[in-house]
């Protein structure tokens, strides 16, 4: 059996464990949807790391990389390991970009080890925040949150900015964020505890339980003066709601619907509002402008050190039980950024 160097003990490398699609879904993702396969850990070559990784994210763009429907992306295939972002330790170096024992940020899939291009791997410290808020909030779901709202939406002191999937990765980022900048921030989540984890942690002026029967009786009494930036990550009935409620030259950043996932798309009837209020709206994928990436992620983490941005993780132990997480996330059951712990 091979063994490396990790300081300075020794120790075997056990075989891969990996998640691959079975099979695509048809409406709603299932557990059996994945497979766990074993595999002999990767060889690392000239110019690469070999990672273990520590952590896996889990995020809702997945479901669309294994839909046959078109996408920003290349779909994942039958029979071919799930895309992910993990944080993982180099425990095999062949580059000078890294040594044994760096915690290291890469796309390496669902899976415990990863023999990975040094180009595509970044190092990250985690002196003063925990490595697995590189998968989150400093991460690319805070970047997402950054580039929507500060790109597109713009929004300016004084204004209502509305963020569904208020209590998630992306949404307690972007409404934080749109609070630093003066703004009134009114969220929506599913479920009161959401609610209340938003507006008293997160610091939100409003929060409204899309699940109550008068949802929009209350979301109309949190909006006396209509919204002026909407970060969309939900569409479907949510996002119908909301755009009668557009102020006049307001901006929307459609980040996301994710309740269209898994169910045929929701027929919207209030399209109107946006030639009728002049509304900016914008799909942005987030991937679009890597180079900006640097200078938000070290804005992010020097917020999160400084405590001025406050995150939630939802967090699943063991790769096996990866798939039934997602199924769950993408069901709204995670609390905050949805992870998946691999090592003990």
Same mark, same amino acid.
């Given at each position: ?41 990767? +060889? ?11 952590? *896996? ?30 944080? =993982? ?32 791997? *970044? ?11 590189? *998968? ?22 004084? +204004? ?7 209590? #998630? ?12 900048? #003066? ?56 996002? +119908? ?7 006049v030259f307001s901006r929307i950043a459609l980040c996301g619907m ?48 400084? =405590?001025?941005?406050?995150?939630? +993780? ?10 039934s997480a997602f199924v769950g996330m993408l069901k709204g059951e995670n609390f905050g950024k949805q992870l998946v712990r691999?090592?003990?």
């Amino acid at each position: 059996m091979r063994s490396v160097r990790v300081g300075y003990t020794a120790r075997p490398l056990d075989m891969n464990q990996q998640i691959i699609l079975v099979e695509r879904p048809e409406g709603w993702v299932r557990p059996d949807h994945f497979k766990l396969v074993e595999s002999p850990v990767p +060889e690392a070559q000239e110019g690469e790391i070999l990672v273990r990784n520590h952590w *896996l994210s889990l995020d809702p763009y997945m479901r669309s990389r294994i839909s046959a429907a078109k996408s920003y992306a290349q779909g994942v295939e039958p029979g071919q390991l799930m895309v992910g972002g993990t944080v =993982g330790e180099v425990i095999e170096s062949h580059s000078d970009r890294f040594k044994p024992g760096d915690m290291v940020l890469a796309a390496t899939g669902w899976q415990l080890f990863a023999a990975v291009s040094a180009k595509q791997a *970044l190092k990250i410290e985690d002196d003063d925040v925990p490595p697995s808020a590189y *998968l989150g909030v400093i991460g690319m779901p805070g970047i997402t949150a950054w580039t929507g709202l500060m790109t597109i939406c713009e929004p300016k002191a004084g +204004e209502t900015v509305v963020v569904d999937a208020a209590s #998630g990765a992306v949404g307690s980022v972007v409404g934080q964020l749109a609070k630093s900048v #003066g703004c009134r921030v009114v969220g929506i989540a599913g479920g009161s505890a959401k609610c209340d984890f938003v507006v008293n942690e997160l610091g939100f002026d409003a929060c409204i339980d899309h699940k109550r029967s008068d949802f929009e009786k209350q979301l109309s009494a949190a909006l006396p003066n209509g919204v002026d930036c909407l970060f969309e990550n939900v569409g479907g009935a949510i996002f +119908e709601t909301l755009l009668p409620r557009m102020n006049v030259f307001s901006r929307i950043a459609l980040c996301g619907m994710v309740s269209e996932f898994n169910r045929p798309p929701h027929a919207h009837h209030t399209l109107r509002s946006i030639l009728i209020n002049r509304i900016k709206l914008q799909g942005f994928i987030v991937s679009d402008h890597m180079e900006t990436w640097p200078a938000i992620r070290q804005e992010l983490r020097e917020r999160v050190a400084r =405590g001025q941005i406050k995150f939630r +993780e939802s967090i699943t132990q063991g790769l096996a039980n990866a798939p039934s997480a997602f199924v769950g996330m993408l069901k709204g059951e995670n609390f905050g950024k949805q992870l998946v712990r691999l090592i003990d």
